[in-house]
Nanobody, 124 residues
Framework: QVQLVESGGGSVQSGGSLRLSCASS????????LGWFRQAPGKEREGVAATDNSGTTRYIDSVKGRFTISLDNAKKTLFLQMNTLEPEDTAMYYCAASRYRGYASFGASSYDYWGQGTQVTVSS
């Protein structure tokens, strides 16, 4: 089974930054749909950012201009750089990858592998 492990979460003040990492046990992470999702207590899980083998990136409106998704193929690591964090960004963040080659998607059903999650807490 492919394993994804997130790290980099923590507690920051509003306006601060965090960089989340997602390491994969696969030989390569390229050629697959890759995404970051988040879920706050009592809320549904939502897609935040996604990318694919073509280099296409997608973001939900609320994080555009603040978050950046990127992939380091050599390190087999997916990143989510989060700047100008807001209390509304507080959630458990998960990385995800598709089994087969695909495209950037915010649909959870598009993904087959999920990390255990890393907590992000933003205080006022």
């Amino acid at each position: 089974q492919v394993q994804l492990v997130e790290s980099g979460g923590g507690s920051v003040q509003s306006g601060g930054s965090l960089r989340l990492s997602c390491a994969s046990s696969e030989y390569t992470m390229s050629g697959h749909s890759l995404g970051w999702f988040r879920q706050a207590p009592g809320k549904e899980r939502e897609g935040v950012a996604a990318t694919d083998n073509s280099g296409t990136t997608r973001y939900i409106d609320s994080v555009k201009g603040r978050f950046t998704i990127s992939l380091d193929n050599a390190k087999k690591t997916l990143f989510l750089q989060m700047n100008t964090l807001e209390p509304e960004d507080t959630a458990m963040y998960y990385c995800a990858a598709s089994r087969y080659r695909g495209y950037a998607s915010f649909g959870a059903s598009s993904y087959d592998y999920w990390g255990q999650g890393t907590q992000v807490t933003v205080s006022s």
